[in-house]
């Protein structure tokens, strides 16, 4: 096995353990440079960019570039290695979407000039590049859209709602709430999210046509912090500050595809993946 990365939002902590492997090894690079790799290579998992809006907004000429490029460089790796290759794309393709639930036909509803357009055109772009390289017949891609993932090991600092809230919770702060808090999210446990990458790196014949993976069980973010303060046991007041631009009111998955091509649906369900997330960061918080 061999991992990439820049850590420009990863920690070397969560490969520390794999350091003494023979079967691992770990090269830091930026993925918008050629990667050289000896000998055989069988899978390609492109899964980097930064994906909570303050990281990929702070350099989004680089998030661009990590999307488009480093996407092209591994599809190039692919080609010629023989390697069958996964894009983790994502659901911000479909903007703010005018469909519910996001079926893979909808098309999106996306602002190509907007502050979020670097990670969604990015991503869709990206696609393109992956479905161009499938029908030419020069590399064996396949696109994965992700929703909302969360579990242990995210940083408590990436500005995605989940962290935020439970890190805040477990300080005693206040909890941010962007917007009213009635826009909805659907949120999917990172175990259950990896056996979908896997199986849908598995399939064959190749699907020919994005995934969609997520939980669609669709909650608002009110709620979620009401679960939060529940679990956590903390006596925080929620604060309500200015929704971002082109945040989306609702986001849930459709998931019969991935159903239907990989046998996938998440198992576990947020109670007990909230628990596993705070649990974790009770740890994390408090380590030197």
């Known amino acids: ?37 000896d000998g055989p290579v ?9 994906a909570s809006p303050p990281l990929y907004q702070a350099d989004p000429v680089h998030t661009m570039m990590t999307c488009v490029v480093g996407t092209r460089n591994l599809l190039t790796l692919a080609e010629a290695k023989g390697a069958r290759f996964l894009l983790a794309s994502t659901s911000e393709v479909y903007g703010d979407p005018e469909q519910h639930p996001q079926t ?28 161009d390289m499938l029908r030419h017949g020069r590399a064996d891609a396949r696109v994965a859209r992700i929703f909302n993932t969360y579990g242990p090991r995210m940083l408590e600092n990436d500005g995605r709602i989940v962290s935020n809230l439970i890190c805040q919770a477990l300080r005693g702060q206040d909890l941010t709430i962007y917007g009213t808090g009635t826009q909805t999210r659907s949120f999917c446990y990172v ?28 909650i608002t973010i009110l709620d979620l912090a009401d679960q939060v303060l529940r679990k956590t046991g903390a006596l925080s007041r929620l604060v309500h500050l200015p929704l971002p631009q082109d945040d989306p009111p609702r986001r849930r998955p459709d998931i019969m595809r991935a159903y239907t ?25 408090v380590s030197p």
């Not at 520390?16 to 770990?26: K, V």
């Not at 996938?264 to 009770?282: C, H, M, R």
Request: aromatic share 8%; glycine share 8%; with cysteine.
């Open 191 to 218: 175990s259950d999210l990896i056996k979908g990458l896997v199986a849908l790196m598995a399939v064959t014949p190749n699907p020919g046509q994005p995934v969609n993976l997520g939980n669609p069980v669709e």
């Open 42 to 50: 069988d899978e390609i998992y492109n899964l980097a960019c930064a």
């Open 104 to 131: 893979e036909e909808y098309r999106g509803n996306v602002n190509c000039t907007g502050p979020r357009a670097c990670y969604d055109e990015g991503k869709r772009a990206a696609e393109t590049l992956s479905f």
């Open 1 to 37: 096995m061999i991992c990439v990365d820049n850590f420009l939002t990863g920690t070397r902590h969560n490969v520390e353990r794999l350091s003494g492997n023979p079967l691992f090894s770990l090269i830091e690079q930026d993925v918008i440079d050629p990667l050289q790799i």
């Open 261 to 285: 091509l990989l046998g996938w649906q998440p198992e576990v369900g947020l109670d007990d993946g909230l628990s596993a997330t705070i649990n974790y960061f009770k740890q994390a918080l």
